[in-house]
C-alpha cells in the first residue's frame, strides 16, 4: 500500500496541520509527529509499519481513503469521478435552469466603487425583442429568471419588465435592485412568483449615505428601508448584502444586528450576504472575513446560513466548515462555467454577473444573430486545461475564476491563486475562530455543571 498523491496540507498552528484528502475532501487534524510519519511514508511505494502506533495510524489512513495499491489505482478513482461530475456538468448545462436580464446598464446610483465602473452611461433598455429571442435560446428547461442592471428597478423599465413578467409568469424571479423604487414597483412585484430581492446596504445611515448616493448626490438609505419594510411586510424575501472594508464593516455587522431586531417579525424572510469589496487588499480582506465570521459564530448553523450566506461561497470545504454541508467536489469554478448565461441590452451573452459589459469574457451573441465562442468560459473545465488535470487541488479548485484571465486571450489557462489563497490563508483563521468558539462553549458547559 502506498500514499495517494491528492493530499494536501494545510498548516493550523504550529503543531497542528490539516491533512486534506482532495478527491473526497475528507478533512483530518494531525499533529508533528503523524506529519512526520506521513512525510516518511510519502516517498515509500510500499508501506512497512515499524511499530504498533504506525500500524494505527495505517489502519486509520486506510479507513480514510489515504491508501491505495498503485498510482494506477488512484487515477483510476480520479477518473471514475471526473465521469460522473463530467455527465452531471454536461446535464446542467442541458438543462439551462436559471439565466439572467440586465434590464439595463443604466442606473439613478453612482456609488464609487461598482464594479461595472461607468456602464451607468449606456442608456439603452432591453427590448421585448430581445427578451423573446433569449427565452427561445435558452429553451424550455428555464425555471428562474434574475433580473439584474445597471438598476432593473427603474421608472423607464418598468414597460418591458412588465412584458417579461406576461411573457414568463411560470418562472421564479430573483431581483438585484439598489432598492430605490422598491415601493414604487411593489404592486408589480406581487404578480410574480419571487425567490428573493437583493438589495445592497453599506452599513450605518450615514456612512450608506456617504457611498450608494443618487446620481444628483441625494441620500438613499431611508427610502430604501421603507421599501424593505414594505416588502417584508408584503410577504417577499429580503436578502441585505454589504460591501464592507476598513472604513465601515464595523457599522456592517452593527446594523445586521439592528435590522434583525426591527424586522424580528420577519426572521423567515430575512437574510444577508456580508461580503468584501473585490478591490481589497488580500490581507485587508481577510482582517475583514475574520471580524464578520467572529460575530456570524456566536449564531447555530442554521441560523449562519440566514444572517451571512456569502462567506463560503467559493468553496466546498469552508463551506463544511462553517455551515456544517457536505463537501462537493468540482468539475469547474462556479456556475459562469456551466450554466451561466446573462443577455444583455447589446445582444451579447455573459457568463456570470461579475463580468457584464466586459466584451472579452462574453460567450457569444443573441441578438439580432445567435453566435457562441469556443474560447469561453463555458467550456472551460479541469480536463481543458492541462496544468489542472493532473493537479491536486483540481476537484477542490475547479480551475479558478477566469475573471483574472483579464489579459489574455485563452480562458483554458489556470488561476491557481483563489484555491491557494483560500485552502491556506483563509481556512487556517475559520478553523482557529471556530476552535476558540467550541473552546468557549466546552468551558461554559464545565462552569454550569
Ligand atoms: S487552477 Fe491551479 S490549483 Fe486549481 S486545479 Fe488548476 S492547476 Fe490546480
Ligand atoms: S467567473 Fe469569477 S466572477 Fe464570475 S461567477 Fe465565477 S467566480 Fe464569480
Redesign the pocket.
Given at each position: 500500500m502506498k500514499l495517494i498523491k491528492h493530499m494536501i496540507f494545510v498548516d493550523i498552528h504550529d503543531d497542528k496541520k490539516l491533512l486534506i484528502n482532495s478527491l473526497t475532501g475528507t478533512m483530518d487534524e494531525i499533529d508533528a509527529p503523524i506529519y512526520e510519519t506521513l512525510s516518511k511514508w510519502q516517498a515509500c511505494e510500499e508501506i512497512v509499519t515499524e511499530n504498533d502506533l504506525e500500524a494505527e495510524l495505517l489502519s486509520n489512513l486506510q479507513s480514510r481513503g489515504y491508501l491505495v495499491n498503485s498510482h494506477e489505482e488512484e487515477v483510476g478513482i480520479k477518473n471514475e469521478i471526473l465521469k460522473v461530475l463530467r455527465n452531471q456538468h454536461l446535464q446542467r448545462q442541458k438543462d439551462q435552469r436559471a439565466i439572467t436580464f440586465v434590464m439595463t446598464y443604466n442606473c439613478n446610483f453612482r456609488c464609487p466603487y461598482c464594479f461595472e465602473g461607468e456602464a451607468y452611461i449606456k442608456k439603452e433598455i432591453i427590448t421585448p425583442e430581445q427578451i423573446d429571442a433569449a427565452l427561445k435560446l435558452a429553451g424550455e428547461g428555464v425555471k428562474e429568471i434574475c433580473v439584474f442592471g445597471g438598476e432593473p428597478l427603474l421608472p423607464k423599465t418598468r414597460p418591458v419588465l412588465e412584458y417579461l413578467f406576461n411573457k414568463a409568469p411560470d418562472k421564479t424571479y430573483q431581483i438585484f435592485t439598489n432598492g430605490y423604487y422598491l415601493t414604487e414597483f411593489l404592486d408589480l412585484l406581487l404578480t410574480i412568483n419571487i425567490s428573493q430581492v437583493l438589495i445592497t446596504l453599506d452599513g450605518s445611515e450615514e456612512t450608506h449615505n456617504s457611498r450608494r448616493v443618487l446620481a444628483n448626490g441625494k441620500p438613499t438609505f431611508k427610502k430604501i428601508i421603507d421599501g424593505v419594510e414594505k416588502c417584508l411586510e408584503s410577504g417577499i424575501n429580503i436578502r441585505i448584502r454589504m460591501n464592507l472594508d476598513k472604513s465601515n464593516y464595523e457599522g456592517g455587522i452593527n446594523l445586521r444586528e439592528e435590522l434583525l431586531e426591527r424586522f424580528s417579525g420577519y426572521k423567515d424572510n430575512l437574510s444577508f450576504e456580508l461580503t468584501t469589496l473585490i478591490g481589497d487588499s488580500q490581507k485587508e480582506r481577510i482582517d475583514i472575513l475574520t471580524e464578520i465570521y467572529h460575530s456570524d459564530i456566536t449564531y447555530s448553523y442554521e441560523d449562519r446560513e440566514k444572517i451571512n450566506d456569502f462567506i463560503t461561497k467559493?468553496n466546498s470545504l469552508l463551506d463544511h466548515l462553517v455551515y456544517g454541508r457536505k463537501v462537493n467536489p468540482l468539475y469547474s469554478?462556479?456556475?459562469?462555467h456551466v450554466d451561466?448565461m446573462v443577455f444583455d441590452p447589446y445582444g451579447v451573452i455573459y457568463?456570470?454577473?461579475?463580468?457584464v459589459g466586459k466584451e472579452h469574457f462574453s460567450i457569444g451573441k443573441y441578438h439580432p444573430f445567435i453566435e457562441l465562442k469556443e474560447n469561453s468560459?463555458h467550456n472551460r473545465n479541469i480536463e481543458k486545461i492541462s496544468e489542472c488535470r493532473d493537479c491536486t487541488y483540481s476537484l477542490l479548485c475547479g480551475g479558478g475564476?477566469?475573471?483574472k484571465l483579464a489579459d489574455s486571450d485563452d480562458f483554458f489557462k489556470p488561476v491557481c491563486y483563489s484555491v491557494k489563497t483560500l485552502l491556506h490563508n483563509e481556512l487556517p483563521i475559520f478553523y482557529k475562530e471556530r476552535e476558540e468558539a467550541m473552546k468557549k462553549v466546552e468551558e461554559t458547559v464545565n462552569n454550569a455543571v
Amino acid at each position: 500500500m502506498k500514499l495517494i498523491k491528492h493530499m494536501i496540507f494545510v498548516d493550523i498552528h504550529d503543531d497542528k496541520k490539516l491533512l486534506i484528502n482532495s478527491l473526497t475532501g475528507t478533512m483530518d487534524e494531525i499533529d508533528a509527529p503523524i506529519y512526520e510519519t506521513l512525510s516518511k511514508w510519502q516517498a515509500c511505494e510500499e508501506i512497512v509499519t515499524e511499530n504498533d502506533l504506525e500500524a494505527e495510524l495505517l489502519s486509520n489512513l486506510q479507513s480514510r481513503g489515504y491508501l491505495v495499491n498503485s498510482h494506477e489505482e488512484e487515477v483510476g478513482i480520479k477518473n471514475e469521478i471526473l465521469k460522473v461530475l463530467r455527465n452531471q456538468h454536461l446535464q446542467r448545462q442541458k438543462d439551462q435552469r436559471a439565466i439572467t436580464f440586465v434590464m439595463t446598464y443604466n442606473c439613478n446610483f453612482r456609488c464609487p466603487y461598482c464594479f461595472e465602473g461607468e456602464a451607468y452611461i449606456k442608456k439603452e433598455i432591453i427590448t421585448p425583442e430581445q427578451i423573446d429571442a433569449a427565452l427561445k435560446l435558452a429553451g424550455e428547461g428555464v425555471k428562474e429568471i434574475c433580473v439584474f442592471g445597471g438598476e432593473p428597478l427603474l421608472p423607464k423599465t418598468r414597460p418591458v419588465l412588465e412584458y417579461l413578467f406576461n411573457k414568463a409568469p411560470d418562472k421564479t424571479y430573483q431581483i438585484f435592485t439598489n432598492g430605490y423604487y422598491l415601493t414604487e414597483f411593489l404592486d408589480l412585484l406581487l404578480t410574480i412568483n419571487i425567490s428573493q430581492v437583493l438589495i445592497t446596504l453599506d452599513g450605518s445611515e450615514e456612512t450608506h449615505n456617504s457611498r450608494r448616493v443618487l446620481a444628483n448626490g441625494k441620500p438613499t438609505f431611508k427610502k430604501i428601508i421603507d421599501g424593505v419594510e414594505k416588502c417584508l411586510e408584503s410577504g417577499i424575501n429580503i436578502r441585505i448584502r454589504m460591501n464592507l472594508d476598513k472604513s465601515n464593516y464595523e457599522g456592517g455587522i452593527n446594523l445586521r444586528e439592528e435590522l434583525l431586531e426591527r424586522f424580528s417579525g420577519y426572521k423567515d424572510n430575512l437574510s444577508f450576504e456580508l461580503t468584501t469589496l473585490i478591490g481589497d487588499s488580500q490581507k485587508e480582506r481577510i482582517d475583514i472575513l475574520t471580524e464578520i465570521y467572529h460575530s456570524d459564530i456566536t449564531y447555530s448553523y442554521e441560523d449562519r446560513e440566514k444572517i451571512n450566506d456569502f462567506i463560503t461561497k467559493k468553496n466546498s470545504l469552508l463551506d463544511h466548515l462553517v455551515y456544517g454541508r457536505k463537501v462537493n467536489p468540482l468539475y469547474s469554478y462556479c456556475y459562469a462555467h456551466v450554466d451561466g448565461m446573462v443577455f444583455d441590452p447589446y445582444g451579447v451573452i455573459y457568463p456570470c454577473l461579475g463580468c457584464v459589459g466586459k466584451e472579452h469574457f462574453s460567450i457569444g451573441k443573441y441578438h439580432p444573430f445567435i453566435e457562441l465562442k469556443e474560447n469561453s468560459i463555458h467550456n472551460r473545465n479541469i480536463e481543458k486545461i492541462s496544468e489542472c488535470r493532473d493537479c491536486t487541488y483540481s476537484l477542490l479548485c475547479g480551475g479558478g475564476c477566469p475573471l483574472k484571465l483579464a489579459d489574455s486571450d485563452d480562458f483554458f489557462k489556470p488561476v491557481c491563486y483563489s484555491v491557494k489563497t483560500l485552502l491556506h490563508n483563509e481556512l487556517p483563521i475559520f478553523y482557529k475562530e471556530r476552535e476558540e468558539a467550541m473552546k468557549k462553549v466546552e468551558e461554559t458547559v464545565n462552569n454550569a455543571v
